[in-house]
């Protein structure tokens, strides 16, 4: 009798520590917006640290799930902090940006005409330049998102110049827009402007490097002068005009 009762208190003690241990479970938890792995690194501090539990956590990029083993609590709390987690993402702001290439001169620009959305510009221009006659020699639109940027390039007759076209020596031109943020106004954090430009000597033709590099800060549909650059009795009036699309 006395080793039947030995037996049965060790039976009691055990049952005891098996009803005191931590009941633990799992879950799988689907990834709908964000980064599993991103996500995972940000929650995992919020598992349990008891020792001998036996709280995991892990997270698959293929199925787009974290799996949680820890208390009901925590993994209910763990939960709670993915799902704040794993909003949408917000896309950034677009852009459309036109560049536009106006040439000024002294003296007449035969065949020369500008467009009517770039005629107050010139406007102004004709009062506060030595120019008093203007065309347009390229036009370039582009569209980008906020915190990226754009670059292009092209060729442009050289007749506006003062070359003929048969002469097959263009303008080359080229543009760059670097870090180019979205907000109450739009902002370039570098707008770089460079052409290669046609010179007559005696003997022959030559090219000379011309522009320009500057930070711009424009609001949105506003015509802005970026920039100008002369070549002989002439110069390269640089447009930039920026419209903030809807995200």
């Not at 925590?74 to 950034?92: F, G, K, S, W």
């Not at 998102?145 to 670059?151: L, Q």
């Given at each position: ?7 049965f208190?060790m039976?009691?003690f ?5 009803a ?12 709908h ?34 799996t ?51 005629a ?11 120019y008093?006659?203007y ?14 940027g ?9 007749t506006?110049?003062g ?5 097959e ?10 870090n180019?943020r ?24 030559t ?27 002439r ?6 005009m ?6």
């Amino acid at each position: 009798m006395k080793r039947f009762a030995i037996l049965f208190t060790m039976l009691l003690f055990a049952t005891a520590a098996l009803a005191q241990q931590p009941h633990v479970t799992a879950k799988i938890i689907e990834i709908h917006n964000g980064n599993p792995g991103e996500i995972y690194r940000a929650v995992r501090p919020l598992l349990s640290n008891t020792p001998g539990l036996g709280s995991d956590m892990s997270f698959n990029n293929d199925t787009r799930t974290i799996t949680v083993r820890d208390l009901p609590e925590n993994v209910a709390m763990i939960e709670e902090a993915i799902t704040r987690l794993d909003r949408p993402v917000a896309q950034p702001a677009g852009v459309e940006l036109k560049i536009s290439l106006l040439i000024g001169s002294k003296s007449p620009l035969p065949g020369a005409a500008v467009p009517e959305d770039l005629a107050p510009v010139v406007k102004q221009l004709q009062a506060t330049l030595r120019y008093s006659h203007y065309g347009l020699m390229a036009a370039d639109v582009q569209r980008t998102r906020s915190g990226e940027g754009i670059e292009g390039s092209g060729v442009a007759s050289p007749t506006l110049i003062g070359m003929a076209a048969t002469e097959e020596h263009p303008v080359f031109y080229n543009y760059r827009l670097m870090n180019i943020r979205v907000g109450t106004s739009v902002d370039v954090e570098q707008f770089t402007f460079g052409m290669r430009v046609p010179l007559k000597l005696e003997k022959g033709i030559t090219y000379q490097n011309v522009g320009f590099k500057t930070p711009v800060s424009i609001q949105p549909n506003e015509k802005v002068v970026i920039g100008t650059t002369t070549m002989g009795d002439r110069a390269v009036i640089v447009v930039l005009m920026a419209t903030v699309q809807e995200k």
